[in-house]
Protein backbone atom coordinates (compact mmCIF):
# COMPACT_ATOMS: atom_id res chain seq x y z
CA UNK A 1 0.00 0.00 0.00
CA UNK A 2 1.00 3.87 -0.97
CA UNK A 3 1.93 6.06 1.39
CA UNK A 4 -0.95 9.03 1.47
CA UNK A 5 1.45 12.15 0.53
CA UNK A 6 -0.80 14.84 2.04
CA UNK A 7 1.42 17.81 -0.13
CA UNK A 8 -0.40 15.82 -3.06
CA UNK A 9 -3.80 17.18 -2.44
CA UNK A 10 -2.99 20.93 -1.40
CA UNK A 11 -0.71 21.34 -5.08
CA UNK A 12 -3.76 19.92 -6.95
CA UNK A 13 -5.83 22.82 -5.02
CA UNK A 14 -3.06 25.63 -5.54
CA UNK A 15 -2.97 24.75 -9.17
CA UNK A 16 -6.70 25.31 -9.53
CA UNK A 17 -6.23 28.52 -7.31
CA UNK A 18 -3.82 29.59 -9.64
CA UNK A 19 -6.21 28.90 -12.81
CA UNK A 20 -8.83 30.74 -11.24
CA UNK A 21 -6.75 33.29 -10.44
CA UNK A 22 -6.21 34.26 -14.26
CA UNK A 23 -2.60 32.75 -14.17
CA UNK A 24 -2.03 31.29 -17.81
CA UNK A 25 -0.60 27.77 -17.78
CA UNK A 26 3.05 26.57 -18.36
CA UNK A 27 2.16 24.63 -21.37
CA UNK A 28 -0.03 28.31 -22.87
CA UNK A 29 1.85 29.21 -26.21
CA UNK A 30 3.35 32.35 -25.91
CA UNK A 31 2.37 35.48 -28.68
CA UNK A 32 4.74 35.26 -32.10
CA UNK A 33 6.61 37.75 -32.08
CA UNK A 34 7.53 39.85 -35.40
CA UNK A 35 9.66 42.49 -36.27
CA UNK A 36 8.71 45.01 -38.93
CA UNK A 37 10.58 47.56 -40.91
CA UNK A 38 9.22 50.54 -42.03
CA UNK A 39 10.78 52.96 -44.62
CA UNK A 40 9.61 56.58 -42.83
CA UNK A 41 10.69 58.88 -46.19
CA UNK A 42 8.00 60.97 -47.40
CA UNK A 43 7.03 64.26 -45.65
CA UNK A 44 4.60 64.02 -42.96
CA UNK A 45 4.13 61.94 -38.93
CA UNK A 46 3.65 58.42 -40.67
CA UNK A 47 5.96 56.77 -37.78
CA UNK A 48 3.27 58.02 -35.68
CA UNK A 49 0.61 56.64 -37.97
CA UNK A 50 2.10 53.25 -37.78
CA UNK A 51 2.57 53.58 -34.47
CA UNK A 52 -1.47 53.62 -34.13
CA UNK A 53 -1.75 50.89 -36.61
CA UNK A 54 0.75 48.50 -34.81
CA UNK A 55 -1.06 49.45 -31.54
CA UNK A 56 -4.19 48.88 -32.63
CA UNK A 57 -3.37 45.27 -34.62
CA UNK A 58 -1.58 44.09 -31.17
CA UNK A 59 -4.61 45.06 -29.30
CA UNK A 60 -6.76 43.02 -31.50
CA UNK A 61 -4.73 40.03 -32.34
CA UNK A 62 -3.27 38.59 -28.66
CA UNK A 63 -1.64 35.74 -30.29
CA UNK A 64 0.88 38.16 -32.32
CA UNK A 65 3.31 41.14 -30.86
CA UNK A 66 4.38 43.42 -33.84
CA UNK A 67 7.64 45.76 -33.01
CA UNK A 68 8.06 48.40 -35.95
CA UNK A 69 11.38 49.22 -36.67
CA UNK A 70 11.64 52.93 -37.96
CA UNK A 71 14.52 52.43 -40.54
CA UNK A 72 15.05 55.49 -42.42
CA UNK A 73 14.22 56.08 -46.83
CA UNK A 74 13.67 52.99 -49.21
CA UNK A 75 17.63 52.82 -49.61
CA UNK A 76 18.36 52.80 -45.97
CA UNK A 77 15.80 50.35 -45.47
CA UNK A 78 17.15 48.00 -47.97
CA UNK A 79 20.70 48.48 -46.88
CA UNK A 80 19.39 47.73 -43.44
CA UNK A 81 17.57 44.20 -44.46
CA UNK A 82 21.13 43.21 -46.39
CA UNK A 83 23.25 43.68 -43.81
CA UNK A 84 20.13 41.92 -41.27
CA UNK A 85 19.97 39.21 -43.36
CA UNK A 86 24.05 38.72 -44.22
CA UNK A 87 23.88 38.30 -39.71
CA UNK A 88 21.42 35.67 -40.33
CA UNK A 89 18.53 37.83 -38.23
CA UNK A 90 16.36 39.23 -40.96
CA UNK A 91 13.12 41.12 -40.38
CA UNK A 92 9.64 38.91 -40.53
CA UNK A 93 8.04 41.36 -42.68
CA UNK A 94 9.19 44.38 -44.08
CA UNK A 95 7.99 47.38 -46.58
CA UNK A 96 10.50 47.75 -49.43
CA UNK A 97 10.06 49.17 -52.70
CA UNK A 98 7.91 47.32 -55.19
CA UNK A 99 10.67 47.41 -58.00
CA UNK A 100 13.22 45.44 -55.35
CA UNK A 101 11.79 42.70 -55.64
CA UNK A 102 14.20 41.18 -58.62
CA UNK A 103 16.91 42.18 -55.93
CA UNK A 104 15.56 40.43 -53.37
CA UNK A 105 13.88 37.44 -55.30
CA UNK A 106 18.39 36.99 -56.88
CA UNK A 107 19.79 36.88 -52.88
CA UNK A 108 17.00 34.54 -52.02
CA UNK A 109 15.72 36.92 -49.02
CA UNK A 110 12.17 36.45 -49.74
CA UNK A 111 9.56 33.75 -49.87
CA UNK A 112 6.89 33.40 -52.61
CA UNK A 113 3.10 34.31 -51.19
CA UNK A 114 0.71 32.18 -53.75
CA UNK A 115 0.26 29.78 -51.19
CA UNK A 116 -1.18 32.24 -48.63
CA UNK A 117 -3.59 33.96 -51.60
CA UNK A 118 -4.91 30.53 -52.79
CA UNK A 119 -6.42 30.32 -48.81
CA UNK A 120 -7.90 34.06 -49.70
CA UNK A 121 -11.82 34.08 -50.56
CA UNK A 122 -12.36 33.94 -53.87
CA UNK A 123 -11.31 37.20 -55.86
CA UNK A 124 -8.87 38.65 -53.41
CA UNK A 125 -6.22 39.34 -55.26
CA UNK A 126 -9.12 40.88 -58.21
CA UNK A 127 -9.78 43.40 -55.58
CA UNK A 128 -6.25 45.01 -55.41
CA UNK A 129 -5.65 48.23 -59.02
CA UNK A 130 -4.26 45.97 -61.59
CA UNK A 131 -1.26 48.10 -61.90
CA UNK A 132 0.09 47.50 -58.69
CA UNK A 133 0.39 43.64 -59.18
CA UNK A 134 3.24 44.52 -62.21
CA UNK A 135 6.25 45.10 -59.68
CA UNK A 136 4.81 42.12 -57.48
CA UNK A 137 5.54 39.19 -59.17
CA UNK A 138 8.24 37.68 -61.26
CA UNK A 139 8.83 33.73 -62.78
CA UNK A 140 5.23 33.46 -62.62
CA UNK A 141 4.89 33.55 -58.37
CA UNK A 142 3.82 36.59 -56.68
CA UNK A 143 7.00 38.01 -53.96
CA UNK A 144 4.76 40.68 -52.58
CA UNK A 145 1.42 42.37 -51.70
CA UNK A 146 0.81 46.33 -52.63
CA UNK A 147 0.62 48.98 -49.49
CA UNK A 148 1.80 52.40 -49.78
CA UNK A 149 1.69 52.68 -53.19
CA UNK A 150 2.14 55.69 -55.69
CA UNK A 151 2.67 56.93 -58.77
CA UNK A 152 4.00 60.94 -59.63
CA UNK A 153 1.50 63.65 -60.24
CA UNK A 154 1.55 67.34 -60.56
CA UNK A 155 0.75 69.47 -57.83
CA UNK A 156 -0.15 72.85 -58.89
CA UNK A 157 -1.46 76.38 -56.65
CA UNK A 158 -4.74 76.88 -58.01
CA UNK A 159 -4.64 80.57 -56.03
CA UNK A 160 -1.28 81.23 -57.95
CA UNK A 161 -3.09 79.93 -61.02
CA UNK A 162 -5.69 82.56 -60.68
CA UNK A 163 -3.22 86.04 -59.83
CA UNK A 164 -1.51 84.82 -62.92
CA UNK A 165 -4.68 85.02 -64.89
CA UNK A 166 -4.84 80.87 -65.55
CA UNK A 167 -7.59 79.12 -65.28
CA UNK A 168 -7.58 77.23 -61.64
CA UNK A 169 -9.36 74.60 -62.67
CA UNK A 170 -7.68 73.93 -66.10
CA UNK A 171 -3.74 72.26 -65.32
CA UNK A 172 -1.55 71.86 -67.92
CA UNK A 173 -2.02 68.97 -69.90
CA UNK A 174 0.39 69.06 -72.70
CA UNK A 175 4.48 69.31 -72.44
CA UNK A 176 3.89 72.57 -74.17
CA UNK A 177 1.11 73.74 -72.07
CA UNK A 178 3.39 73.12 -68.85
CA UNK A 179 5.75 75.60 -70.45
CA UNK A 180 3.36 78.63 -71.25
CA UNK A 181 2.11 78.03 -67.74
CA UNK A 182 5.33 77.94 -65.73
CA UNK A 183 6.69 81.01 -68.06
CA UNK A 184 3.36 82.97 -66.70
CA UNK A 185 3.68 81.69 -63.09
CA UNK A 186 7.49 82.84 -63.05
CA UNK A 187 7.84 85.89 -61.11
CA UNK A 188 11.39 88.17 -60.66
CA UNK A 189 11.62 90.55 -58.38
CA UNK A 190 12.54 94.55 -59.82
CA UNK A 191 16.18 93.69 -59.78
CA UNK A 192 15.59 90.04 -61.95
CA UNK A 193 15.84 87.77 -59.01
CA UNK A 194 13.34 84.85 -59.09
CA UNK A 195 10.95 84.76 -56.30
CA UNK A 196 8.26 82.18 -57.43
CA UNK A 197 9.17 79.17 -59.71
CA UNK A 198 6.63 77.63 -62.42
CA UNK A 199 7.72 74.36 -61.37
CA UNK A 200 10.12 71.70 -60.20
CA UNK A 201 11.01 68.61 -60.62
CA UNK A 202 12.96 66.64 -57.76
CA UNK A 203 16.56 65.90 -59.18
CA UNK A 204 18.52 64.51 -55.88
CA UNK A 205 19.61 60.97 -55.71
CA UNK A 206 17.31 60.01 -52.87
CA UNK A 207 15.10 58.52 -55.86
CA UNK A 208 12.66 59.74 -57.28
CA UNK A 209 14.94 60.82 -60.56
CA UNK A 210 14.84 58.22 -62.31
CA UNK A 211 11.14 57.33 -61.53
CA UNK A 212 9.79 60.71 -62.49
CA UNK A 213 12.09 60.60 -65.88
CA UNK A 214 10.53 57.54 -66.46
CA UNK A 215 7.14 59.00 -66.66
CA UNK A 216 8.47 61.23 -68.82
CA UNK A 217 9.87 59.26 -71.46
CA UNK A 218 6.33 56.98 -71.77
CA UNK A 219 5.43 60.57 -72.19
CA UNK A 220 7.18 60.80 -75.51
CA UNK A 221 6.21 57.50 -76.63
CA UNK A 222 9.15 55.34 -75.68
CA UNK A 223 9.57 52.33 -73.74
CA UNK A 224 12.01 52.63 -70.54
CA UNK A 225 13.30 49.21 -69.52
CA UNK A 226 12.78 45.70 -71.01
CA UNK A 227 10.53 43.66 -68.74
CA UNK A 228 12.88 40.92 -68.19
CA UNK A 229 15.24 43.58 -65.73
CA UNK A 230 17.91 43.00 -68.37
CA UNK A 231 17.93 45.87 -69.99
CA UNK A 232 17.28 49.55 -69.86
CA UNK A 233 16.64 52.10 -72.88
CA UNK A 234 18.07 55.35 -72.19
CA UNK A 235 19.11 56.35 -75.79
CA UNK A 236 15.80 56.18 -77.19
CA UNK A 237 14.13 59.00 -78.41
CA UNK A 238 11.51 58.88 -76.15
CA UNK A 239 14.52 59.31 -73.35
CA UNK A 240 16.84 62.00 -75.13
CA UNK A 241 12.84 63.85 -75.77
CA UNK A 242 12.16 63.93 -71.69
CA UNK A 243 15.84 65.04 -70.48
CA UNK A 244 15.92 67.45 -72.89
CA UNK A 245 12.73 68.73 -72.04
CA UNK A 246 13.95 68.82 -68.54
CA UNK A 247 17.04 70.92 -69.32
CA UNK A 248 14.93 73.04 -71.79
CA UNK A 249 12.94 74.16 -68.36
CA UNK A 250 16.23 75.42 -66.74
CA UNK A 251 18.21 76.35 -69.46
CA UNK A 252 15.86 77.93 -72.27
CA UNK A 253 12.57 79.01 -70.55
CA UNK A 254 14.05 79.51 -67.39
CA UNK A 255 11.16 78.54 -65.42
CA UNK A 256 12.66 76.08 -62.99
CA UNK A 257 15.96 76.88 -60.87
CA UNK A 258 19.28 74.93 -61.85
CA UNK A 259 20.87 72.81 -59.97
CA UNK A 260 20.43 69.75 -57.96
CA UNK A 261 16.57 69.76 -56.27
CA UNK A 262 16.06 67.63 -53.10
CA UNK A 263 13.54 65.30 -53.12
CA UNK A 264 12.22 66.36 -49.63
CA UNK A 265 12.56 70.56 -50.34
CA UNK A 266 10.45 70.40 -53.41
CA UNK A 267 7.07 69.88 -51.43
CA UNK A 268 8.18 72.20 -48.95
CA UNK A 269 8.54 74.80 -51.67
CA UNK A 270 5.49 74.66 -53.34
CA UNK A 271 3.52 74.74 -49.69
CA UNK A 272 5.98 77.71 -49.19
CA UNK A 273 4.85 79.53 -52.70
CA UNK A 274 8.23 79.58 -53.45
CA UNK A 275 7.08 77.52 -56.63
CA UNK A 276 3.66 77.01 -58.28
CA UNK A 277 3.91 73.77 -59.51
CA UNK A 278 5.48 70.37 -58.72
CA UNK A 279 6.23 67.12 -59.91
CA UNK A 280 5.98 64.52 -56.83
CA UNK A 281 4.73 60.86 -55.53
CA UNK A 282 0.89 61.73 -54.30
CA UNK A 283 2.05 60.21 -51.39
CA UNK A 284 2.67 64.08 -50.56
CA UNK A 285 -0.94 64.95 -50.61
CA UNK A 286 -1.44 64.39 -46.93
CA UNK A 287 1.43 66.96 -46.24
CA UNK A 288 0.30 69.50 -49.05
CA UNK A 289 -3.15 69.45 -47.38
CA UNK A 290 -1.98 69.85 -44.15
CA UNK A 291 0.64 72.42 -44.59
CA UNK A 292 -0.54 74.23 -47.64
CA UNK A 293 -2.76 77.63 -46.97
CA UNK A 294 -3.92 78.41 -50.09
CA UNK A 295 -6.51 76.08 -52.80
CA UNK A 296 -4.07 73.73 -54.34
CA UNK A 297 -5.04 70.97 -57.38
CA UNK A 298 -3.39 67.68 -58.51
CA UNK A 299 -3.74 66.47 -62.47
CA UNK A 300 -2.00 63.87 -64.62
CA UNK A 301 1.22 64.11 -65.38
CA UNK A 302 1.20 66.31 -68.68
CA UNK A 303 1.28 64.13 -71.90
CA UNK A 304 3.55 64.61 -75.31
CA UNK A 305 2.47 62.10 -77.19
CA UNK A 306 0.36 60.23 -74.52
CA UNK A 307 -0.33 60.15 -71.27
CA UNK A 308 2.08 57.70 -69.04
CA UNK A 309 3.07 57.72 -65.86
CA UNK A 310 5.35 54.56 -64.12
CA UNK A 311 3.91 53.35 -60.27
CA UNK A 312 5.89 53.36 -57.08
CA UNK A 313 6.24 52.92 -53.79
CA UNK A 314 6.44 50.34 -51.26
CA UNK A 315 5.14 46.15 -50.83
CA UNK A 316 4.83 43.99 -48.06
CA UNK A 317 7.60 41.38 -48.30
CA UNK A 318 7.66 38.24 -46.09
CA UNK A 319 11.38 36.93 -45.08
CA UNK A 320 12.80 33.67 -45.98
CA UNK A 321 15.15 32.22 -43.14
CA UNK A 322 12.29 32.85 -40.20
CA UNK A 323 10.44 30.32 -38.77
CA UNK A 324 6.55 29.16 -40.36
CA UNK A 325 4.55 29.88 -37.61
CA UNK A 326 6.50 33.94 -37.93
CA UNK A 327 5.56 33.41 -41.71
CA UNK A 328 1.99 32.40 -40.80
CA UNK A 329 1.49 35.27 -38.00
CA UNK A 330 3.21 37.58 -41.13
CA UNK A 331 0.71 36.78 -43.85
CA UNK A 332 -1.95 37.54 -40.49
CA UNK A 333 -0.82 41.07 -40.21
CA UNK A 334 -0.47 41.61 -44.19
CA UNK A 335 -4.00 40.70 -44.57
CA UNK A 336 -5.09 42.82 -41.35
CA UNK A 337 -3.34 46.17 -43.07
CA UNK A 338 -4.41 45.60 -46.03
CA UNK A 339 -8.12 45.20 -45.99
CA UNK A 340 -10.26 47.53 -47.52
CA UNK A 341 -11.19 48.87 -44.47
CA UNK A 342 -7.25 49.53 -43.60
CA UNK A 343 -6.40 50.70 -47.58
CA UNK A 344 -8.72 53.55 -46.82
CA UNK A 345 -7.44 54.59 -43.84
CA UNK A 346 -4.02 54.62 -44.48
CA UNK A 347 -5.10 56.80 -48.21
CA UNK A 348 -6.34 59.15 -46.00
CA UNK A 349 -3.83 59.46 -43.69
CA UNK A 350 -0.76 59.22 -45.97
CA UNK A 351 -1.87 60.74 -49.32
CA UNK A 352 -0.74 56.85 -50.79
CA UNK A 353 -3.41 55.21 -53.45
CA UNK A 354 -5.83 52.77 -51.55
CA UNK A 355 -4.50 49.54 -53.11
CA UNK A 356 -7.99 48.00 -53.22
CA UNK A 357 -10.54 49.11 -55.32
CA UNK A 358 -13.45 48.56 -52.71
CA UNK A 359 -11.60 50.76 -50.71
CA UNK A 360 -13.22 53.95 -52.39
CA UNK A 361 -16.71 52.18 -51.17
CA UNK A 362 -15.74 52.49 -47.76
CA UNK A 363 -18.47 55.12 -46.39
CA UNK A 364 -15.42 57.38 -44.83
CA UNK A 365 -13.72 57.23 -47.71
CA UNK A 366 -16.45 58.29 -49.94
CA UNK A 367 -16.72 61.22 -47.97
CA UNK A 368 -13.60 62.00 -47.85
CA UNK A 369 -13.19 62.16 -51.59
CA UNK A 370 -16.20 64.15 -51.73
CA UNK A 371 -14.16 66.91 -49.96
CA UNK A 372 -10.37 65.73 -50.77
CA UNK A 373 -11.30 65.25 -54.90
CA UNK A 374 -7.33 65.37 -55.33
CA UNK A 375 -6.72 62.14 -53.78
CA UNK A 376 -8.89 60.65 -56.70
CA UNK A 377 -6.38 61.59 -59.63
CA UNK A 378 -3.47 59.43 -59.10
CA UNK A 379 -5.98 56.56 -59.00
CA UNK A 380 -7.64 57.60 -62.25
CA UNK A 381 -3.98 57.93 -63.12
CA UNK A 382 -3.28 53.91 -62.91
CA UNK A 383 -5.48 53.65 -66.27
CA UNK A 384 -2.29 55.33 -68.12
CA UNK A 385 0.54 54.02 -65.31
CA UNK A 386 3.01 50.87 -66.57
CA UNK A 387 5.73 49.29 -63.87
CA UNK A 388 8.74 51.20 -62.22
CA UNK A 389 11.63 50.20 -63.19
CA UNK A 390 12.89 47.14 -61.89
CA UNK A 391 16.28 45.79 -63.01
CA UNK A 392 18.58 43.42 -61.38
CA UNK A 393 21.49 45.20 -59.63
CA UNK A 394 18.32 47.64 -59.62
CA UNK A 395 20.47 50.52 -57.25
CA UNK A 396 23.35 50.53 -59.20
CA UNK A 397 21.05 51.57 -62.36
CA UNK A 398 18.77 53.84 -60.44
CA UNK A 399 21.94 55.76 -59.32
CA UNK A 400 23.51 56.25 -62.62
CA UNK A 401 20.83 57.22 -64.18
CA UNK A 402 20.10 59.84 -61.11
CA UNK A 403 23.84 60.62 -61.77
CA UNK A 404 23.26 61.58 -65.12
CA UNK A 405 20.13 63.62 -64.48
CA UNK A 406 22.28 65.85 -62.25
CA UNK A 407 25.10 66.10 -64.49
CA UNK A 408 22.71 67.84 -67.23
CA UNK A 409 20.67 69.64 -64.76
CA UNK A 410 23.49 71.25 -63.33
CA UNK A 411 24.86 71.95 -66.33
CA UNK A 412 27.70 70.20 -66.64
CA UNK A 413 26.32 67.92 -69.80
CA UNK A 414 24.61 68.26 -72.51
CA UNK A 415 21.51 65.54 -72.34
CA UNK A 416 22.48 62.94 -75.11
CA UNK A 417 26.03 63.08 -74.07
CA UNK A 418 24.45 62.69 -70.30
CA UNK A 419 22.65 59.61 -71.98
CA UNK A 420 24.86 57.79 -74.41
CA UNK A 421 27.39 57.76 -70.68
CA UNK A 422 24.51 56.45 -68.47
CA UNK A 423 23.49 53.85 -71.16
CA UNK A 424 27.45 52.32 -71.25
CA UNK A 425 27.35 52.46 -67.96
CA UNK A 426 23.68 50.57 -66.74
CA UNK A 427 24.54 48.01 -69.81
CA UNK A 428 27.93 47.31 -68.45
CA UNK A 429 26.16 46.62 -64.40
CA UNK A 430 23.16 44.65 -66.34
CA UNK A 431 25.95 42.41 -68.62
CA UNK A 432 26.45 39.53 -65.82
Known amino acids: MKAHRPWQGGCLVA ?71 VGGRPPDVA ?16 IPLDGFIAKEPKGWADDFQPAFWLNSRADGKTWSIPFQRSSPILFYNKDLFAKAGLDPNRPPRTWDELVTDARRLTVRSPSGEVVQWGVEI ?34 SPGAKAALRFWYSLVYTYHVMPPGVLNLVAVPSDFVAQRTAMFFHSTGNLSFVRREAHFRFGTAFMPKRARYGCPTGGGNLYIFRGVPASHQEAAWTFIEWLTSPERAAKWSMDSGYIATRKSAYGVP ?8 WPQ ?36 GAQLPDAALSWAQAQVDQALAP
Open 15 to 85: VILLALAGVPSVNAAAPVPLTFYYPVAVAGPLAKIVNTYVDEFNKTHPDIVITPVFTGDYDQTRAKIVTAL
Open 95 to 110: VLLSADLLTMVQMSAI
Open 202 to 235: PTSSQGATYWLLQGFVLQAGSPFFEPSGRKVYLT
Open 364 to 371: EMRTFVTE
Open 375 to 410: YLVARDQLAYCQEELMTYANQKVYNIINEAVQHVMT
